[in-house]
């Protein structure tokens, strides 16, 4: 059965920055900021990867702000839609990156995975599943860094009703998402809420790093260790 992604592959880009745009910001803001909240969580606990999964990559957004990481970094993306793989390919494949379907990724090995906006389109009874590729594809103690929409932020929900592979998303909240990650096996070490405020008030997120624990950003990210 063809992947449903596979039908929004060649205009996802397009869609996306249609809804993206009530907030000022495009995709690769986004994706860089995602990156360097990863990045200080990183190096607070000094783990340097060599390779990362990044689980249902899409089109491969966040490959260069990966790949900036470290000169030496690997990136392993990982999409169940061919369609998107093939295009990934096209933009971004190089020596330290590959793209693969799930079926076809069988020597991850990866010391960290990375993963955004993706399990909100999984039906909750297959996420059990994805959360068990993603902790066999880790080394252990591996580290994992988990990002999905806040479903209490009004902005969130207006912007997702405009694209239309995200409309009918069976959200996550933060504390859904702790959830599902401990029982699939991972201890959770931190959770912190993102993009508080659009770029119209920019001038103010310097303060979004003290209000980082509450459910107030337009996303959340957790960092969790495969137990």
């Not at 990002?147 to 933060?174: C, E, K, Y």
């Amino acid at each position: 059965m063809m992947d449903a992604f596979d039908q929004y592959a060649n205009e996802y880009d397009f869609a996306l920055a249609r809804g993206l745009s009530l907030s000022g910001e495009d995709k690769d803001f986004f994706a860089r900021e995602r990156v360097a909240w990863m990045a200080q969580q990183l190096g607070r606990s000094g783990h340097a990867p060599k390779t990362i999964l990044d689980f249902g990559c899409g089109t491969g957004t966040a490959t260069p702000h990966l790949l900036a990481l470290s000169p030496s970094v690997e990136v392993i993306g990982v999409d169940t839609s061919p369609n998107s793989i093939a295009l990934a390919r096209r933009q971004y494949a190089q020596e330290r990156v590959r793209f693969e379907t799930p079926r076809d990724c069988r020597d991850a090995h990866a010391e960290l995975a990375y993963c955004n906006g993706v399990f909100h389109h999984i039906p909750p009874a297959e996420r059990g599943d994805a959360l068990a590729f993603i902790r066999a594809a880790l080394d252990t103690r591996g580290l994992f860094a988990f990002f999905d929409n806040n479903p209490w932020n009004p902005g969130t929900r207006w912007v997702m009703s405009r694209i239309p592979f995200d409309r009918d998303a069976i959200m996550l909240t933060a504390g859904d998402a702790r959830r599902m990650l401990t029982n699939a096996g991972f201890d959770i070490l931190v959770t912190n809420y993102l993009f508080v405020f659009p770029r119209i008030l920019g001038s103010l997120r310097p303060l979004e790093r003290y209000v980082s624990g509450l459910p107030l950003g337009a996303q959340y990210g957790i960092l969790c260790r495969r137990r």
